[in-house]
């Protein structure tokens, strides 16, 4: 043991350093102290194998597996990490304040209103450009517009249509979507 122990730091552990180098040139995007880390998670390592290992199998290549194994559930870890969401998704409907019938999209200054522009043509003869834009909405998208021309409140029109928040939220997307809404100006 003293003798492997011997081989792996002379020199300021350079045959571990040499082992954990070869490892991680199979990944990218890693900077010095990176390495460093690295390098600590090794000596960790390094120390676990030494109390589990027997001499019925070669030291390197049970070393190098332990390595290989460790080294990538750190990269995971660390590339979850940076998945993470800098900002948190909000509805636009969400309640704020002590009253619940406010919203966030009631704060939003907009003088662009789509119920106003549906309610100010006649229902009967629709502009060439709302036929337009009608047409690039589904079913359930009119559907949703109407009652929300007609007063309904997100949660009633929910429950009228008998659809989840996320539906009505595609729903709602769509319908304020520029690329639909382009169609009216």
Avoid: W
């Amino acid at each position: 043991m003293d003798k492997i122990l011997i081989t792996y730091y002379e020199n300021n552990a350079k045959k571990l350093h040499k082992m954990v180098d070869k490892i991680l040139s199979k990944f990218g995007g890693l900077s010095d102290k990176d390495l460093d880390d690295f390098y600590s998670l090794a000596n960790e390592v390094f120390v676990d194998v030494m109390k589990r290992y027997d001499e019925s199998q070669s030291f390197d290549g049970f070393l190098y597996s332990c390595l290989l194994n460790k080294i990538k559930t750190e990269i995971t870890r660390r590339n979850r990490e940076k998945r993470k969401s800098d900002r948190m998704s909000i509805s636009i409907d969400t309640p704020i304040g002590d009253d619940e019938n406010s919203t966030i999209g009631d704060m939003i200054a907009d003088d662009f209103s789509i119920e106003r522009e549906l309610f100010e043509k006649d229902e009967e003869r629709y502009s060439k450009r709302m036929l337009l834009y009608l047409s690039k909405l589904s079913k359930l998208q009119k559907e949703v517009l109407m009652l929300n021309m007609a007063g309904y409140l997100p949660n009633e029109i929910r429950g009228e249509l008998h659809i989840n928040e996320k539906q009505y939220a595609d729903c709602y997307a769509a319908i304020h979507s520029y690329r639909n809404v382009s169609v009216l100006f």
